[in-house]
C-alpha cells in the first residue's frame, strides 16, 4: 500500500513529460528526487531502477502525442519543489509560485 502512495504521484508526473522542454530522463529524475525527498526512507529501493525506465519510456511515448504543450508542463513541473507544486502543472503551464 506504501508504494501506491508514491507511484499514483509518479504515473500523473508522467504524462507531463514532452520534447522542447527537459529531456525525458531529466525529467523523471526530478520526479524521483521529489518523490524521494517527500517519502524519505518510505520510498522503497526495490525497482526503482525498473520505474525510472518506464517513466523516460512513458515520457518518450508523450513527447510524441505533442511535444508543444507538454513541453510547456514538463517545463513547469521542473520549476517546482515539491510533488504537490508539480501536479498542478497538469492543468496549467506557467511555473508555480514561489
Known sequence: MKI???LLPLAAAISLSAC????PE????????LVKKEA??????DG???MKEKCVAD?????EKDSEG???KAKCFMAANSMEE????DSKSEPPAE
Open 4 to 6: 501506491a502512495r508514491f
Open 20 to 23: 522542447g522542454g527537459p529531456s
Open 26 to 33: 531529466k525529467l523523471c529524475d526530478h520526479v524521483f528526487t
Open 40 to 45: 524519505g526512507d518510505a520510498m522503497p529501493e
Open 48 to 50: 526503482m531502477k525498473e
Open 59 to 63: 515520457a518518450k511515448k508523450e513527447m
Open 70 to 72: 507538454f513541453a510547456k
Open 86 to 89: 508539480g501536479m498542478k502543472c
